[in-house]
């Protein structure tokens, strides 16, 4: 089993609304990342967490909060977004050298 | 940093073989993987090769990596309409974030 499962699959939300994103994976992968990817781009990456502790902060805007309750799930927080942090965000686990996604949320920011 | 190249667009018929390529710049790259996103969807991990081999094979894939020129390509043989897609080349060593090239489209005509 390589699945990485997120929820919702479709959020829209408006400016001032707090919104959570989540994610789950069950293969004992220690290693979860944040990706946001616009239309017709490449992912970028925004966090990874590594052992359930963040590692990696890709100079995100403090509006995106992440957390690792436990080693199974990635959650991601949202408040006070912008319309152009509208996107795909794709949550992503490793165990080793191999990454397998998730089939992301599509967020819109009205 | 590492920077990954790939041509935008490639057209092929059904049962035509499909070449898309990909260069990179990071010869540190111990892994390069071959992503296939379709629309709205997250991304798949269809096969990797170690920086120390010269070509994989798994069912109609092939994918050849030539370290002196930096260049690394996924042969789809018999394409289908259901291959259809964006592919991303990205490299990485270990648990080191995934560097994606731009992506290509496939497009597949019947």
């Known amino acids: 089993d390589t699945e990485v499962t997120q929820t919702p699959k479709h959020l829209v939300m408006g400016m001032t609304n707090k919104k959570s994103l989540k994610c789950e994976q069950h293969m004992g992968h220690r290693a979860m990342y944040w990706y946001k990817q616009k239309a017709k781009k490449p992912p970028e990456l925004m966090f990874v967490?590594?052992?359930?502790?963040?590692?990696i902060n890709e100079s995100v805007p403090s509006r995106f909060s992440p957390e690792c309750p436990n080693s199974s799930l990635l959650n991601l927080h949202l408040h006070a977004l912008q319309p152009e942090d509208s996107a795909l965000y794709l949550c992503a686990s490793s165990q080793g050298f191999e990454q397998y996604f998730g089939p992301g949320t599509r967020l819109t920011v009205t | 940093g590492e920077d990954v190249e790939q041509s935008l667009f490639l057209s092929v018929r059904e049962g035509d073989s499909s070449v898309i390529n990909c260069t990179y710049t990071d010869s540190s790259s111990t892994y390069l993987y071959w992503y296939k996103q379709e629309p709205g969807a997250g991304l798949q991990l269809l096969t990797y090769?170690?920086?120390?081999?010269d070509m994989k094979q798994d069912q109609r894939l092939t994918v050849l990596l030539n370290k002196k020129d930096k260049h690394l390509s996924l042969r789809i043989a018999d394409t289908q309409t259901g291959d259809s897609a964006i592919y991303f080349c990205?490299?990485?060593?270990?648990?080191?974030?995934?560097?994606f090239g731009k992506g290509t489209r496939l497009s597949v005509i019947a």
């Open positions: 090769i170690f920086s120390n081999m």
């Open positions: 990205a490299g990485n060593s270990g648990n080191t974030p995934l560097v």
């Open positions: 967490y590594s052992y359930e502790k963040l590692s």
